[in-house]
């Protein structure tokens, strides 16, 4: 009895074979249709990015903040250092390439005594970055997949250091979503 158990579907396909009506031939738009759809899949352009990425602008990022950071504090500004931006960029990554990155270059110059840092020019960019004008045109201005903000700080056109954060976080501490700590507890640091 073992022995029929393999044999058994054989004979079941050829006994429903000798059923089927031979005659009927599946119409000819079935075909057209099936290799429309195979052709179509093949040749289907695939976007190079997932979604629509503007083009940015770095000199609206790079004004909008140099107009909350230069005139702010002219005490200050006089008497303990001078903060603006003189670069914008947004660096991309991947293949293709995707712009992960939006790098903000800060000079601080001090006037009596030697007075900056990297933190001091990340916390300045991200007061900055809290005024509601500010914010919206630098959001407008950057594309969707920005994930980082690099803040790379000078001391009289001499790099002291950068800061990275998630864009992410930066929103969320503007939104009062994390405190303080949380957002310093996030920033890694780079030395030059």
Excluded at 90 to 95: C, E, P, S, T
């Amino acid at each position: 009895m073992r022995r029929l158990f393999p044999i058994i579907p054989v004979f079941l396909f050829v006994f429903l074979s000798a059923c089927a009506d031979i005659t009927v031939t599946p119409p000819s738009t079935w075909w057209t249709d099936a290799m429309g759809t195979l052709t179509a899949t093949l040749w289907t352009p695939t976007p190079v990015t997932p979604s629509a990425t503007p083009v940015p602008n770095p000199l609206v990022v790079l004004d909008a903040l140099n107009s909350v950071l230069r005139g702010a504090d002219p005490l200050g500004e006089a008497m303990d250092a001078k903060l603006y931006v003189t670069d914008v960029g947004f660096d991309a990554n991947g293949n293709p390439p995707v712009i992960i990155t939006l790098r903000i270059s800060v000079e601080c110059e001090w006037v009596m005594h030697p007075s900056c840092t990297t933190e001091r020019a990340f916390v300045q960019v991200i007061h900055a970055l809290e005024k509601e004008g500010v914010r919206k045109k630098i959001v407008e201005h950057m594309p969707a997949s920005v994930e980082f903000i690099q803040v790379v700080a000078f001391d009289h056109f001499n790099q002291s250091g950068t800061l990275i954060v998630r864009w992410q976080d930066v929103l969320a501490y503007i939104d009062g979503k994390i405190s303080p700590e949380q957002l310093a507890a996030y920033v890694l640091p780079f030395s030059p």
